[in-house]
């Protein structure tokens, strides 16, 4: 995968993949990244990229020419998509990281100010990308933050490939607790059934537990887990057991 970040602060970009898993799955060539500070491509000769907005208002807007002439540059191929990340965006998901994941060539633009001039927009990106109801100075983490979602699920960019499949939200469910050595801590022990041997139990206990956990921090997801219609007959008696945990449970909250 080949990957272009067009924005005005390279170092942060660069530091911040500079690390730890993503920069050992970048010296393995499992993907390519080039970072594109557009200010070199400004037309000004202070290497100015911005101005006031057309209108009035409080702010600056990032120009469309220097930003035009960096995609130009780019050469790039018609199914790439160029990512814009911005508050009236869609929502990035798992899901959508998945399908990233499966594109050759991702462009990411990190706004500044008020953001870009919508006719760049319109001309340029594939995907508007919000990562939630907040607003940022920069866009620069924002990418960090898809970059690290999007190439974890590279294969060979994760030690173990079944890492990214159990990671929550890849099934629709939040994940099921982990616990390690020591086998008490601060008088409280692992789960026995974590230490039993027995895979198919553990499996149904990890299942369960990530249902109870849905339930009661995201209910919407798992409703829409359990109306799946490709539950099998061991997930739904699974299902019936944490409704009725889930009944105990509101039940002893409610005295």
Same mark, same amino acid.
Not at 93 to 113: M, N, S, W
């Given at each position: 995968?080949?990957?272009?970040?067009?924005?005005?602060?390279?170092?942060? *970009?660069?530091?911040?993949?500079?690390?730890?898993?993503?920069?050992?799955?970048?010296?393995?060539?499992?993907?390519?990244?080039?970072? &594109?500070?557009?200010?070199?491509?400004?037309?000004? !000769?202070?290497?100015? =990229?911005?101005?006031?907005?057309?209108?009035?208002?409080?702010?600056?807007?990032?120009?469309?020419?220097?930003?035009?002439?960096?995609?130009? @540059?780019? @050469?790039?191929?018609?199914?790439?998509?160029?990512?814009?990340?911005?508050?009236?965006?869609?929502?990035?998901?798992?899901?959508?990281?998945?399908?990233?994941?499966?594109?050759?060539?991702? =462009?990411?633009?990190?706004?500044?100010?008020?953001? =870009?001039?919508?006719?760049?927009?319109?001309?340029?990106?594939?995907?508007?990308?919000?990562?939630?109801?907040? &607003? %940022?100075?920069?866009?620069?983490?924002?990418?960090?933050?898809?970059?690290?979602?999007?190439?974890?699920?590279?294969?060979?960019?994760?030690?173990?490939?079944?890492?990214?499949?159990?990671?929550?939200?890849?099934?629709?469910?939040?994940?099921?607790?982990?616990?390690?050595?020591?086998?008490?801590?601060?008088?409280?022990?692992?789960?026995?059934?974590?230490?039993?041997?027995?895979?198919?139990? *553990?499996? !149904?206990?990890?299942?369960?537990?990530?249902?109870?956990?849905?339930?009661?921090?995201?209910?919407?997801?798992?409703?829409?887990?359990?109306?799946?219609?490709?539950?099998?007959?061991?997930?739904?008696?699974?299902?019936?057991? =944490?409704?009725?945990? %889930?009944?105990?449970?509101?039940?002893?909250?409610?005295?």
């Amino acid at each position: 995968m080949k990957i272009d970040v067009l924005t005005l602060f390279p170092e942060m *970009i660069l530091q911040g993949m500079g690390h730890s898993i993503m920069k050992r799955a970048a010296d393995k060539g499992l993907y390519a990244l080039n970072v &594109v500070n557009f200010r070199d491509y400004s037309s000004d !000769k202070f290497g100015r =990229v911005d101005d006031a907005p057309y209108g009035g208002g409080a702010g600056m807007v990032l120009q469309a020419p220097p930003l035009d002439a960096a995609l130009q @540059a780019l @050469a790039l191929p018609e199914d790439a998509r160029i990512i814009y990340g911005t508050p009236k965006g869609r929502p990035f998901t798992q899901k959508l990281a998945e399908e990233l994941a499966g594109c050759g060539r991702l =462009v990411f633009i990190c706004g500044h100010y008020e953001g =870009v001039d919508q006719r760049l927009v319109d001309k340029w990106v594939t995907d508007e990308v919000s990562l939630g109801d907040y &607003v %940022l100075t920069g866009g620069e983490l924002p990418v960090l933050v898809m970059l690290d979602a999007v190439l974890r699920l590279l294969p060979g960019v994760l030690g173990h490939e079944e890492s990214a499949g159990e990671d929550s939200f890849s099934s629709g469910l939040l994940e099921y607790p982990h616990y390690t050595r020591p086998p008490v801590f601060d008088g409280v022990p692992v789960p026995e059934i974590l230490l039993s041997g027995h895979h198919a139990n *553990i499996a !149904k206990w990890r299942l369960a537990e990530s249902l109870l956990l849905t339930a009661r921090r995201r209910p919407e997801l798992y409703r829409v887990w359990c109306a799946g219609p490709e539950r099998t007959k061991a997930e739904r008696k699974i299902i019936l057991a =944490v409704e009725e945990a %889930l009944k105990s449970l509101s039940e002893a909250e409610g005295l």
